[in-house]
């Protein structure tokens, strides 16, 4: 996936090697994304870099269902505004 490199800092802060886990969408590094377990579910924290499409924010149900399947737990995702 390709990246900007205006964004490099929000992928790799502190320029210390730790990637954090990346929305990609179209060959394109297009945000970030934070995880939150609970007893009987998981939680997606997605932030984009600039405001999404709902098009494109839809196009992640098909990946948010298979990672719920891999999980074997419910995964729902929330969007931050931008």
């Known amino acids: ?3 900007a490199s205006l964004h490099a800092h929000r992928i790799v802060p502190g320029a210390n090697g730790m990637f ?3 929305l ?3 060959g394109q590094v297009r945000g970030t994304w934070r995880r939150t377990v609970r007893a ?3 939680m997606l924290d997605a932030i984009p870099f600039t405001r999404m499409k709902s098009a494109d924010k839809k196009a992640f149900a098909i990946p948010v269902e298979r990672y719920a399947e891999y ?3 419910p995964v729902t ?3 931050a505004d931008r």
């Open 20 to 22: 954090l886990s990346t």
């Open 24 to 26: 990609v969408l179209d």
């Open 77 to 79: 995702m929330a969007w």
């Open 1 to 3: 996936a390709a990246l």
């Open 40 to 42: 009987k579910a998981v």
């Open 71 to 73: 999980l074997g737990t």
